[in-house]
């Protein structure tokens, strides 16, 4: 995630300590960082989304965790002492035993977050989820109205997930709006930041497309580079007019690092001082090189260990045969010890990048998807050969490896 309300305007936020090293219970590397865990409780949903990264349907699907399983999971999470745990979908919401669980995982001292797509959501659901303990709703939103409709595959979403909203302010439960960017949906992007002011809410994350589940047949819906570029205008003018009117909002752009060096860049133009602070940010960080397989872990619907909730299609290993814990803590898997080391494997313009130590190479996952190949190039970089410094000389050798 990069954070734009800090790195852009210096607004504080909860997860600095976490994600930039500030504060007295701050890692001292995030190399040493225990891992954020998605928890994909259920493969359920009432929705039919074109970019589902779970291909889930309204259906029941076999093999879910069992609530004792789901309690003995959150047992072990607590043990090892994660930061946070994020219950996702599916729809979470569809699952019986959901605000069971939550409430077990405060019991033990879990830090819950809940993912939704929001159109369950009544002043009732809301009411139980503040009860049961979640410290923040993020409810999926792709664009306004028919926009949103279409991506859910609903007549009515958007409607549904506004109630979801109001209902969650209503009963002063912490909520915040997720979006993925694509080439359709950033033709609301103003239209959504003007929805965040109206209806009071104070934080927003805005995903970039990766090509898992039914998004994998979407990649030609992603932005082209001049096309991030402009949301990114988007994202930073809109985030510093709410820090200028004295209203700021927590504003994150997430699963593309190069909004970071982007950010950066932008930032050299306009106060040196002041990039400088955050050229140090972003490399305490660094972008990708700490983050799948080891800021952030995934476990399924079934109990499957995934290095990122994007990487469905490989399993470190399933919590019904070892613990979590055990199977995080074991590099012995490849996959897991190349995220680990991804510096020594990157390939393509990433190996000669001069801002690896703030990207990190961005996000493997979407690589290996559209190459087959995990360390490939980042296929969402939108900055240009001159801007991360490729020289001639690297361009053909680059040529000459196939890595071009």
């Not at 994600?19 to 590397?29: C, I, N, T």
């Not at 909203?165 to 915040?176: D, I």
């Not at 133009?269 to 002041?274: A, F, G, L, T």
């Not at 020594?344 to 998807?369: H, I, N, Q, V």
Request: aromatic residues 10%.
């Amino acid at each position: 995630m990069i954070n734009i309300s800090k790195l852009y305007c210096g607004h504080l936020s909860d997860s600095d300590t976490l994600r930039y090293g500030e504060g007295k219970e701050a890692p001292s590397s995030a190399q040493e960082r225990r891992p954020v865990v998605v928890w994909n409780v259920t493969k359920s949903c009432n929705l039919r989304c074109i970019h589902c990264y779970t291909d889930s349907e309204a259906k029941r699907y076999a093999g879910e965790l069992t609530t004792a399983e789901g309690r003995r999971l959150l047992e072990d999470l607590s043990d090892f002492k994660i930061p946070a745990l994020l219950l996702s979908g599916g729809e979470p919401l569809t699952r019986g035993d959901l605000f069971e669980l939550a409430s077990y995982a405060r019991t033990v001292g879990l830090r819950c977050t809940l993912s939704t797509n929001g159109t369950l959501i009544t002043e009732e659901v809301a009411w139980q989820i503040k009860k049961s303990g979640f410290v923040y709703v993020g409810i999926s939103l792709d664009g306004i109205g028919v926009t949103n409709d279409h991506f859910r595959g609903r007549e009515g979403a958007f409607r549904a997930a506004v109630r979801g909203f109001r209902s969650c302010v209503t009963v002063g439960q912490k909520v915040g709006l997720r979006m993925t960017l694509t080439r359709h949906t950033i033709r609301d992007l103003d239209r959504i930041f003007d929805f965040i002011e109206e209806e009071g809410i104070h934080r927003a994350c805005f995903y970039h497309l990766v090509y898992s589940g039914r998004g994998g047949a979407l990649s030609n819906w992603d932005l082209r580079p001049e096309e991030s570029r402009q949301a990114m205008e988007v994202i930073l003018k809109r985030t510093k007019a709410f820090s200028e009117n004295g209203f700021p909002r927590e504003v994150l752009t997430v699963d593309n690092h190069v909004d970071g060096v982007y950010l950066y860049l932008k930032l050299l133009q306009e106060d040196s001082e002041r990039a400088e602070k955050v050229r140090k940010l972003l490399e305490w960080n660094g972008g990708g090189l700490y983050s799948s397989g080891i800021g952030i872990a995934d476990i399924d619907f079934q109990g499957n260990v995934h290095p990122d909730q994007f990487w469905m299609h490989y399993t470190l290993g399933n919590i019904r045969e070892r613990k979590f814990s055990e199977i995080w803590q074991d590099d012995r898997d490849p996959l897991l010890y190349g995220l680990r080391h991804r510096a020594y494997f990157l390939k393509g313009r990433c190996r000669f990048c001069k801002f690896l130590r703030m990207c990190g190479g961005s996000f493997r996952a979407r690589a290996d998807l559209l190459y087959k190949d995990p360390w490939a190039s980042d296929p969402a970089c939108y900055l240009t050969d001159e801007e991360i410094g490729l020289e001639p000389k690297e361009k053909v050798l680059l040529e000459e490896r196939g890595e071009a």
